[in-house]
C-alpha cells in the first residue's frame, strides 16, 4: 500500500533523477568554474541526505520514555519514573476516561430539564395573568384590543 507520504517521496525522487539526467547532459557545455560549484554543491546535498536518512534515536541520548518513565505493555507513555509501574485494571482506566463524557451529558440533560421546566412556568404565569385579569379571555381575540394595548401603554408613565 502506497501511503500519500510515500508516494510524494517517490515524485520527489523521480524529479530529482530527472534534474540530475538533465544536469549531466549539459555539464559537458559549462565552464570549469561553473562545474565544479555543481560538484560541490552535489557533495553537500549527498552529505546532508546520508546525515537525514540516520535514524533520529542515535542523535538523542535522552528520549521521551527515559523522561516519562517508559512505555506500559499497551504502547502509551506514562508518568512516574521508570521505576513505578501502571498496576491500574484497563476497565478502571476505562471508566475513568469515560468519566468526563458522562458529566457533559449529564449537565446538558440537566440544562435541557432546567430550561423546560422555566419555559412551563412562563407560559403558567401568561395564563394566570389572563384568567385572573379584570378582562374576559375572549376579549383578547377581539381585533380592537391590540389598538387597546397600544394607547393603554403609551399612557403610562
Do not use: C
Not at 4 to 16: D, R, T, Y
Not at 51 to 64: D, F, G, I, K, V
Not at 78 to 104: E, M, N, Q
Amino acid at each position: 500500500m502506497i501511503t500519500p507520504s510515500h508516494h510524494n517521496e517517490l515524485a520527489a525522487e523521480q524529479f530529482a533523477r530527472k534534474l540530475t539526467a538533465r544536469l549531466s547532459m549539459t555539464s559537458a557545455e559549462l565552464p570549469y568554474v561553473v562545474t565544479e560549484r555543481l560538484r560541490a554543491a552535489r557533495m553537500q546535498a549527498l552529505s546532508a541526505r546520508k546525515r537525514s536518512s540516520t535514524p533520529l534515536r542515535a542523535h538523542q541520548p535522552e528520549t521521551a520514555s527515559s523522561l516519562f518513565g517508559g512505555n506500559n505493555a499497551e504502547g502509551t507513555l506514562s508518568l512516574g519514573g521508570p521505576g513505578h509501574a501502571d498496576t491500574t485494571p484497563v476497565w478502571v482506566r476505562r471508566l475513568l476516561t469515560a468519566l468526563p463524557l458522562v458529566a457533559l451529558a449529564a449537565g446538558l440533560t440537566f440544562i435541557g430539564v432546567e430550561q423546560d421546566s422555566r419555559a412551563t412556568l412562563d407560559v403558567a404565569e401568561v395564563d394566570a395573568a389572563l384568567l385572573t385579569s379584570e378582562l374576559p379571555p375572549a376579549a383578547y381575540t377581539d381585533p380592537g384590543f391590540q389598538q387597546y394595548l397600544q394607547t393603554t401603554v403609551s399612557d403610562t408613565p
